[in-house]
Nanobody, 119 residues
Framework: QVQLVESGGGLVQTGGSLRLSCAAS????????MSWYRQAPGKEREWVAS????????IYEDSVAGRFTISRDNAKNMVYLQMNSLKPEDTGLYYC????????????WGRGTQVTVSS
């Protein structure tokens, strides 16, 4: 049974940083690309970032490129999202998912972790 458990969210001021974590289980983690998504209040869920199986290639949504860094630890079945220079528009519920890029249609979702950036 696939499980994805996100953590690390919180309330931070504009310009601050947070590091999100996602613990994955129930599938061969090291064989799958992973992604982060977010859903702002009143908006649809959107893709944020992806990385390949060994993390050698990463891609980012334009608004977070240069501020966010996705990474993974295959030994621990973990994927991370380091978020720096946070802006109020980064506020939302953040999810990790199995898959690569905007064309991916993930099947499994965790409960997400809330990120709130105050102005």
């Amino acid at each position: 049974q696939v499980q994805l458990v996100e953590s690390g969210g919180g309330l931070v001021q504009t310009g601050g940083s947070l590091r999100l974590s996602c613990a994955a289980s129930g599938f061969t983690f090291s064989a799958n690309p992973m992604s982060w998504y977010r859903q702002a209040p009143g908006k649809e869920r959107e893709w944020v970032a992806s990385l390949t199986t060994v993390g050698g290639t990463t891609i980012y949504e334009d608004s977070v490129a240069g501020r966010f860094t996705i990474s993974r630890d295959n030994a621990k079945n973990m994927v991370y999202l380091q978020m720096n220079s946070l802006k109020p528009e980064d506020t939302g519920l953040y999810y990790c998912a199995v898959g690569w890029g905007t064309a991916s249609r993930p099947t499994y979702w965790g409960r997400g972790t809330q990120v709130t950036v105050s102005s």
